[in-house]
């Protein structure tokens, strides 16, 4: 099974409310990461596991927050959403073979703040 | 830092036509070359990827050629079909040991019957 699952698909969240996003993926792979795509953008880099170990970049270091309670899963958390946070979040998974590093995808939750 | 630029916005052909989707990269070293697909309702999936200047990747028909001079990968299919119809991604990550897929804002390819 290369899936990775994400739950809700579609999430609608009140200005200043928290949001929790909820991925998981059954491959043990050591990475998990979090994108974010607006409309006419690049998915964008929010954050990423190896192990226990969070990296999250440097734009968005204080509008995201995360935890991977076990290899399996892997949350992204909003404090208090904003209308900027409106978007696609992509929750993707990695692997190593001999020609380099694989990411695999979930179908995304769209989240609408309103 | 990496970044991609990819023929942008909407490319829309009828079936049995050529299909190019140009992409150039910048990045430092040798960065790993991906083209992904996504098709409504699902996430983006790896259709191939090449590492190693000169590398042709190719999948369902679909094909790309990693040239190191020109930094570019450019997606080429010789005669598309209405199932082909999706955003297609071209992406890299260079080096490190954490990889970090740096992806181009998409292309999405529209093909009528």
């Known amino acids: 099974d290369t899936t990775v699952k994400q739950n809700p698909r579609y999430k609608l969240a009140r200005v200043g409310k928290p949001v929790n996003l909820i991925c998981s993926q059954t491959?043990?792979?050591?990475?998990m990461y979090w994108y974010q795509k607006k409309p006419n953008q690049a998915p964008k880099l929010l954050l990423f596991?190896?192990?226990?170990?969070?990296?999250r970049e440097a734009d968005t270091f204080e509008k995201f927050q995360s935890s991977r309670p076990n290899n399996s899963f892997c949350s992204l958390y909003i404090g208090s959403a904003g209308l900027e946070y409106s978007a696609m979040y992509l929750c993707?998974?990695?692997?190593?073979?001999?020609?380099?590093?694989?990411?695999?995808f979930g179908h995304g939750t769209k989240l609408s703040v309103l | 830092g990496d970044s991609v630029t990819q023929t942008e916005g909407q490319v829309a052909l009828s079936e049995e036509d050529f299909l190019t989707i140009h992409c150039n990269y910048s990045?430092?070293?040798?960065?790993?070359l991906f083209w992904y697909v996504q098709y409504p309702g699902e996430g983006p999936q790896l259709l191939f990827r090449?590492?190693?200047?000169?590398e042709k990747g190719s999948s369902r028909g679909f094909e790309a050629t990693y040239d190191k001079g020109t930094t570019s990968f450019h997606l080429r299919k010789a005669s598309v079909q209405e199932s082909d119809s999706a955003v297609y991604y071209c992406?890299?990550?260079?080096?490190?040991?954490?990889?970090?897929?740096?992806f181009g804002k998409g292309t999405k390819l529209s093909v009528k019957s």
């Open positions: 993707a998974s990695s692997s190593r073979d001999r020609e380099g590093e694989r990411l695999f």
């Open positions: 491959m043990n792979h050591d990475t």
């Open positions: 596991y190896y192990d226990k170990i969070l990296n």
């Open positions: 990045a430092s070293g040798y960065p790993t």
């Open positions: 090449a590492s190693r200047d000169k």
């Open positions: 992406a890299l990550i260079s080096g490190g040991s954490n990889a970090k897929l740096t």
